[in-house]
Structure formats: C-alpha cells, structure tokens
T-cell receptor
Framework: DSGVTQTPKHLITATGQRVTLRCSPR?????VYWYQQSLDQGLQFLIQ???????AKGNILERFSAQQFPDLHSELNLSSLELGDSALYFC??????????????FGSGTQLSVL | DAKTTQPTSMDCAEGRAANLPCNHS???????VYWYRQIHSQGPQYIIH???NNETNEMASLIITEDRKSSTLILPHATLRDTAVYYC???????????????FGKGTKLSVKP
C-alpha cells in the first residue's frame, strides 16, 4: 500500500459526459501528480500541483482540468469525454518539489471506460 | 521524450538474478537514474535510484557505469512476483517546473518463469 488513495477504482460513463477523479496523497506529501495510461500511449504525465498551486503541465487536454485543495487532496476533472479518453488514471504524491531526489508514490489508479 | 533505451522484453528463471540494462548516453551530471516497475495494471512502484555510485536496497541493486552512460538494475533472486514492466528514468537533480517530472518510456517487460 503506497498510502495514496484514489477514488473511484472504476468509472463507466458515456461520451460527452463529465467525471471527477479524486486523489488523497500520502500524509505529509505536498506534491501531487496526475498520469494517464492508455494501451497505445503508455504512461503520460498530465499535470503537477505543489501545495495548492499548479507547478507543471504535461500532455493535458484543454477538456481536462485539475486542482489541489487546502487539505492537499486533488481532483482531476474530465469533460466532454470521448472514447479515446478511456484509460487508467494514476495519481502520485511526493514530499516536496525541487530536489529531484524525492520518490513518487503512486495510487492504484482509476480505470475510466467511456462507452 | 524518454532519454533512456531499454530492451523491450527479457526472461529470467525463478531464483536467478535478473539483470536489466538501461542506456542513457546523453545523461548530464545533475541527473539521477531512477527505476520504477509496474506490475500488471497496478500503480508504478519505486525501486531504487542513484546519481554516480552503485546503490543497494532491500529490493534491488543499481550499478551505474563510471561514465554514467548506462546502468543495470539487478534483482538478486527473482521470483514470479517480480514479473512486471521495469522503467529506467533519468531525472534532474534540482529542477523547476516540468523538468523534474518522471517521464516514462516503454520500459522492459520482465517475465520470471518457473
């Protein structure tokens, strides 16, 4: 158990809908990362937050957004869903950002299926 | 883009050492070498990381060549539960913004066989 909690574990929805994925980082971790893993693209970095502020953006679509709340949990919002958005979405957390030496701990993921 | 090159797949007999190579010929002096693994569809799991010196922990050993252009992850006594995709990643030692995020490549699919 990595200590990172993601909910829900599975999500089935239809095209055009909007969903919210939730992540609770490990106790004491200030940085949260979101990754998407699809069969053809592998693990893709989406976005990173540190202590409530956006720190870095990767290959995140404009239809996707995220935020980190004062209690440090994070939510990833996916809207106008398309079939191609079906994927595993992972959240990871780390203690800090800027050292390059800290480990990332990953949650067990949310499996999103868009039908 | 990933800055590492790994074999697509490898096999290892149960109980034997698994040696997973990684080429990172463009690595800079302030970049760490990290190894993560992903078992089936679980979240990636940290294994080990190093800068210049060889490292060992309870999971594995990391051997980095003197010129730092390649490294080898060693699982000393592989078990069936070590079957996974192993990712070798280089990461800036001090970073800001997106430079320090873990960029995953395709990794090596290690199959441990009885």
């Amino acid at each position: 158990d990595s200590g990172v909690t993601q909910t829900p574990k599975h999500l089935i929805t239809a095209t055009g809908q909007r969903v919210t994925l939730r992540c609770s980082p490990r106790s004491g971790d200030l940085s949260v990362y979101w990754y998407q893993q699809s069969l053809d693209q592998g693990l893709q970095f989406l976005i990173q937050y540190y202590n409530g502020e956006e720190r870095a953006k990767g290959n995140i679509l404009e239809r996707f957004s995220a935020q980190q709340f004062p209690d440090l949990h994070s939510e990833l919002n996916l809207s106008s869903l398309e079939l191609g958005d079906s994927a595993l979405y992972f959240c990871a957390s780390s203690v800090a950002v800027g050292q390059g030496n800290e480990k990332l701990f990953f949650g067990s993921g949310t499996q999103l299926s868009v039908l | 883009d990933a800055k590492t090159t790994q074999p697509t797949s490898m096999d290892c007999a149960e109980g034997r050492a698994a040696n997973l190579p990684c080429n990172h010929s463009t690595i800079s002096g302030n970049e760490y070498v990290y190894w993560y693994r992903q078992i089936h569809s679980q979240g990636p799991q940290y294994i080990i990381h190093g800068l210049k010196n060889n490292e060992t922990n309870e999971m594995a050993s990391l051997i980095i060549t003197e010129d730092r252009k390649s490294s080898t992850l060693i699982l000393p006594h592989a078990t069936l539960r070590d079957t996974a995709v192993y990712y070798c990643i280089v990461r800036l030692r001090n970073y800001g913004g997106s430079q320090g995020n873990l960029i995953f490549g395709k990794g090596t699919k290690l199959s441990v066989k009885p």
